[in-house]
């Protein structure tokens, strides 16, 4: 789901162009929702960044709302990117509805008015944010606004393979991964790596550091808004383990071995063919197992935590899709009615998460008893009501000060940062710059 690689600095750069644009076009902005009782219809489009299996679940869906508003034409467009869709919004071309991969386009797209402000329609309606995650609903609004709803949510834990971890437990603590990444990891006469216990490399799959941030209760930002990676300890803290158990494979070592492994979302995934024994990934991994490796016997349980934080085990990270009404929108009322429905609608909610096997976003779907959960799947909406899970807070620029980030590290885990504490005070200065740039 939110899993597609970030496009979002491209949706950034369109969606300023949207608020340029709609400084001087005719009139002063969207027209006002319509008055409560009124009927939409009439054409809508959606785009969204489903293909193959998952677009015929959310088309199925789609039909189900069409059946129930016959009055409204709705067209599904599909394999459709971030990128795509911030350069047609640019253009005032786009659809009236975006789903997007990724809420770090939330802060870009409800300040410049990309997507259009929600909270309209939200009161005329009465919908009920309550009903919605606080952690869910901080993802989907920016100062204040709230441009965007939730559709569906990503929380991400760890799978392990049954078979290679044999009657050990999956690991709770960052000395326990260790001790089982050393344990399960095999290699091969001449030194290279064959079945890797666990991958630290960061960039590798789903590793990043914001899978790690919560259980360590590191923090992006600082109440000012500056960026907090090198005054906050908990990212120094896990740099240092991280470095430490790549530098026990060797660095050179690791890079070979992943260069030889399938694609993420391929069936030749590592996991899923049994080269790495655990691995950290959403809770759609479930679906693509069930997919691409139906006889793979697995576990899920939540990312380890430091030792010294062992109480915020349970905890992790949050993220989601998040769709919203564009500027560009010529039938706004219909546009709502798809949004309203395809967020808070029990039933499609419930169909979604089971077709897509992500995490639903309202209580009521969560205590749906038509949701298919099993023990794999508890893990996480676990995760997603854990009182320290968190997910990335939104900034003017989406998600550069996390891609700053995440490139930085590839040089510090190669062993070329000298003074991890220097590189992580320069690295703020660098993001600094940018946000202030863009803000």
Known sequence: MSRRRRLVVTFVAAATAVAVAGCTAAGSGPA???????????PVEIWNFYTDREAQVFESVVKDFQAAHPEIQVTVKGGQDDEQMGRAVSAGEGPDVGLSYDTLVVG??????????????????????????????????????RCAMPALTDTYGLYYNKALLGDRKPPKTWSELTQLTKDLTKFAPNGDIEVAGFVPLLGFYENQPSRFGPGVEAKWLEPDGTSALGSDPGWAQFLTWQKQLV???????????????????SADNAFQTGKVAINIDGEYRIAFLKDQAPNLQFGTAPVPVPDDKAANYGAGFITGNIIGITRSSKNPEAAW???????????????????????????????????????????????????KSSSTPATANGNAYITAFTDWAQTWQSGKVADLGAGLKELDGQIDAALKLNG
């Open 337 to 387: 009615e798809l949004v309203k429905y395809l967020t808070t609608d029990t039933g499609a909610l419930v169909k979604l998460s089971n077709g897509l096997r992500n995490v639903p976003t309202t209580t009521d779907a969560l205590a749906s008893p038509d949701l298919q959960v099993g023990p794999e799947f508890q893990t996480f909406i676990d995760i997603l009501r854990h009182p």
């Open 108 to 145: 870009n797209s409800c300040r410049t008015g990309a997507f259009r402000d929600l909270a309209p329609y939200i009161q005329r309606d009465g919908v009920d944010l309550n009903k919605i995650p606080a952690t869910v609903r901080a993802y989907t609004e920016f100062e204040g606004k």
């Open 247 to 265: 530098d026990w494979y060797g660095y050179d070592k690791l890079q070979k071995f992943v260069a030889g492994l399938g694609q993420e979302y």
């Open 32 to 42: 006002a929702p319509a008055a409560p009782g009124t009927k939409a219809g009439g």
